[in-house]
Nanobody, 121 residues
Framework: VQLQASGGGLVQAGDSLRLSCACSRRTCSNNAVGWFRQAPGKEREFVATISWNGGITYYADSVKGRFTISRDNAKNTVFLQMNSLKFEDTAVYYC???????????????WGEGTLVTVSS
């Protein structure tokens, strides 16, 4: 089981970032993949999810309209395009694979290392 998030960094409010999740074919090709985040002192929260073929996506209300999740199964990579970033988006972002091909916000089983996103106000 291998997932690795990357693409984080320090940006200003209003900027954009694209995160990538490299995922082994065995872990992700037939699985829903989600993005989660954990801000300092807070619990981990759901951000977005995408079904195995990219046909179904679902977002947390806090990011709806600003973030877009997508995937390229040929490259075993899931992306999170983050636009109009806000200070409150500051967190460590994780990607995770679900045991099923379509998922909502819970039940994720496989986790990788996160990537830090810092948004300055």
């Amino acid at each position: 089981v291998q997932l690795q998030a990357s693409g984080g960094g320090l940006v200003q409010a209003g900027d954009s970032l694209r995160l990538s999740c490299a995922c082994s074919r065995r872990t992700c090709s037939n699985n829903a993949v989600g993005w989660f985040r954990q801000a300092p002192g807070k619990e981990r929260e759901f951000v977005a999810t995408i079904s195995w073929n990219g046909g179904i996506t679902y977002y947390a209300d806090s990011v709806k309209g600003r973030f877009t999740i997508s995937r390229d199964n040929a490259k075993n990579t899931v992306f999170l395009q983050m636009n109009s970033l806000k200070f409150e988006d500051t967190a460590v972002y994780y990607c995770s694979a679900h045991p099923r091909s379509v998922a909502h916000s819970d039940g994720y089983r496989y986790w990788g290392e996160g990537t830090l996103v810092t948004v300055s106000s």
